[in-house]
């Protein structure tokens, strides 16, 4: 069965450190998209991606960075985590046009 | 400034009754609505949609209406089940850019036995 899974699940880094939060998808949709979720914000785009080699930043992009380099995969880094960084991180994946999109479990990340 | 809103953060029902939650959206351009549900430790899943061109949409015990005039949509969820507690996300999308969706802040429900 096609699914998308997100690694690690849960992560604990420190103010200042590089962090890289892993997404792969086998539903081989081109779209792909980055959110995090806090307290009465919902979920939040951070990064999307229409396709290979394509990237576009979101309305929380400031501090992240993604790279697609093949369908299947789009990890999310943080150049150098602040405490404002703690959240909840979701992956999805979609078809291109008007459907819904396929979430994976979330990372949460602490960064003390 | 939100674009998509659920002005109640949390709703409670009794088992069997009917649950109803609103969102309500601010821009125009809106044309392709959304809900998603989440349960704790686990990633937001699809529930129902519904296009500008219907005003209803229906799958089992869950139905969406929308109201374009008022910029308003609600589901309704009937009969409620113990299983259905959990966080409501409403979406929306444009034609303009139908893979980019806003989501609202999401509403907790909790079904009552």
């Known amino acids: 069965d096609a699914e998308i899974t997100q690694s690690p699940r849960h992560k604990i880094t420190e103010t200042g450190r590089q962090v890289t939060l892993a997404c792969h998808q086998t539903w081989n949709h081109n779209n792909m998209f980055w959110y995090r979720q806090d307290l009465g914000h919902g979920l939040r785009l951070i990064h999307y991606?229409?396709?290979?080699?394509?990237?576009n930043k979101g309305e929380v992009s400031d501090g992240y960075s993604v790279s697609r380099s093949n369908t299947e995969d789009l990890p999310l880094t943080l150049e150098s985590a602040a405490s404002s960084q703690t959240s909840v991180y979701f992956c999805?994946?979609?078809?291109?046009?008007?459907?819904?999109?396929?979430f994976g479990p979330g990372t949460r990340l602490t960064v003390t | 400034d939100q674009q998509v809103k659920q002005n109640s953060p949390s709703l409670s029902v009794q088992e069997g009754r009917i649950s109803i939650l609103n969102c309500d959206y601010t821009?125009?351009?809106?044309?392709?609505f959304l809900w998603y549900k989440k349960y704790p430790a686990e990633g937001p899943t699809f529930l129902i949609s519904?296009?500008?061109?219907?005003d209803k949409n229906e799958d089992g015990r869950f139905t969406v209406f929308l109201n374009k005039s008022a910029k308003h949509l609600s589901l309704h969820i009937v009969p409620s089940q113990p299983g259905d507690s959990a966080v409501y996300f409403c979406?929306?999308?444009?034609?303009?850019?139908?893979?980019?969706?806003?989501f609202g802040p999401g509403t907790s429900l909790s079904v009552i036995p």
């Open positions: 979406a929306a999308s444009a034609q303009t850019s139908y893979d980019k969706v806003i």
């Open positions: 519904i296009s500008s061109i219907k």
């Open positions: 821009n125009s351009m809106f044309d392709y």
């Open positions: 999805a994946s979609s078809r291109q046009g008007p459907y819904e999109q396929y």
């Open positions: 991606s229409y396709g290979v080699q394509d990237t």
